[in-house]
């Protein structure tokens, strides 16, 4: 067992599949017509590989919280990158600075935050009454974050079927969210699941579908992590990339692309 996990996957190599997937999904929105060919080729694929990222830092976070030794300053860290990435994702991926109707679209790191403070609720909080309301009011804020309650629910089920389940139980868990998402979004009412029958005569269609399917991509990744057991010493505590690469990469290529847009928008 302990020579299978030395062959794994490290977290650092984990967050360098997620942080590229996650630039390949977000370069395509600096073409106008991307929106209109959302899934279509070349940008489908573009899209398809980005279902990497989000379950692969769920699945991270769920593991950074079982091995760090202080979650208040992990929970500090959250914040100020959340904080940092607001204004350049509303006005990157909504297509203007945060007003009256965009300022509730929380990035991704809003939802890891949200999640953190979801599990600190359930395993921290004795009082049951407090311990109610703080699930509540994570569910709520959930809502208004990127990936919304799917996001949260993944975090959630992550943790559970971790402490319980080891490899086997995380990704089964984790793919029953996923799966139950898809067909949430495939299916969308008989008229949906009907198009999805017959999606080989509808091109778009297929690449949602494809698209949608991807999202259980993570799981061959995340399947091959080194650290499974919650206390397990498999691998060093993170330095360097590991522990900052994803905090600083987050916002730094969402605000390099947003101004690349704003030069091109300028000069045209």
């Known amino acids: 067992m302990a020579q299978g996990r030395a062959h794994g996957l490290s977290t650092n190599a984990l967050k360098i599949w997620a942080v ?6 977000h370069i395509p929105y600096l073409a106008e017509a991307w929106q209109a060919d959302y899934y279509a080729a070349p ?15 769920f699945y991270l976070l769920v593991v950074g919280y ?31 600075p945060p007003n009256a109707q965009n300022f509730l679209h929380l990035d991704v790191i809003f939802t890891m935050l949200v999640g953190l403070l979801l599990l600190r609720a359930l395993r921290e909080v004795k009082n049951m009454p407090l311990k109610a309301a703080c699930v509540v009011l994570c569910l709520l804020a959930g809502y208004w974050c990127d990936y919304g309650l799917y996001g949260i629910a993944m975090i959630l089920v992550c943790d559970l079927a971790r402490a319980h389940g080891g490899r086997r139980g995380t990704v089964l868990g984790m793919a029953a969210v996923m799966m ?38 993570p799981l061959i990744l995340i399947a091959r992590h080194r650290l499974w057991l919650p206390g397990g010493a498999a691998e060093a505590r993170p330095g360097g990339f590991a522990k900052w690469g994803f905090y600083i990469f987050y916002p730094a290529h969402i ?12 000069q045209g």
């Open 20 to 25: 590229i997937a996650m630039a390949c999904d």
């Open 43 to 57: 940008w489908v694929f573009m899209h398809a590989f980005g279902r990497l990222t989000a379950p692969i830092f």
């Open 66 to 96: 079982g091995r760090t030794r202080d979650a208040n300053r992990y929970t500090l860290r959250l914040l100020v990158f959340a904080s940092i990435t607001y204004l350049p994702y509303v006005w990157y991926f909504r297509g203007a």
């Open 180 to 217: 139950a998402y898809v067909y949430s979004n495939v299916s969308a009412g008989d008229a949906g699941l009907l198009e999805a029958l017959a999606a080989f005569q509808n091109p778009p269609m297929l690449g949602y579908i494809f698209v949608q399917l991807c999202q259980l991509l």
């Open 255 to 266: 605000t390099a692309l947003l101004l690349i847009r704003l030069l091109a928008l300028s």
